[in-house]
């Protein structure tokens, strides 16, 4: 499956962005997605994940409230809605795809078999 995230770009800080994430490839539905973040010098990090049905979720302790993740199967993509962004937010998002069947979405990257290539976040203060 091949990953495509776009939606990135600069915002004030309490401002908000709307991420996609859009897959080709193979069944959609299949696939467990999940966003992460990487912020220069810092290690790739788990914002949210979506279950292929789009009835689990979960998010890290630090986007509850602020972040939604969805997704519409009939489009092949999955979003992150972000309010309320902060300047220790701005890190390069990525899209992930989990092809391997578990029950739950993971929190891992290394349970992400396909990645996007990433869309800058900017956030002023």
């Known amino acids: 499956v091949q990953l495509q995230a776009f939606g990135g770009g600069l915002v004030q800080a309490g401002g908000y962005l709307r991420l996609s994430c859009a897959a080709s490839?193979?069944?959609?539905?299949?696939?467990?997605m999940g966003w992460f973040r990487q912020a220069p010098g810092k290690e790739r990090e788990f914002v949210a994940a979506?279950?292929?049905?789009?009835?689990?979720?979960y998010y890290a302790d630090f986007v509850k409230g602020r972040f939604t993740i969805s997704r519409n199967n009939a489009k092949n993509t999955v979003y992150l809605q972000m309010n309320s962004l902060k300047p220790e937010e701005a890190a390069v998002y990525y899209c992930?795809?989990?092809?391997?069947?578990?029950?739950?979405?993971?929190?891992?990257?290394?349970?992400?078999?396909?990645w996007g290539q990433g869309t800058q976040v900017t956030v002023s203060s």
């Open positions: 490839g193979r069944t959609f539905s299949n696939y467990h």
């Open positions: 979506i279950s292929g049905s789009g009835f689990t979720k």
């Open positions: 992930a795809a989990d092809a391997m069947g578990r029950k739950i979405p993971s929190m891992k990257t290394d349970d992400y078999d396909y």
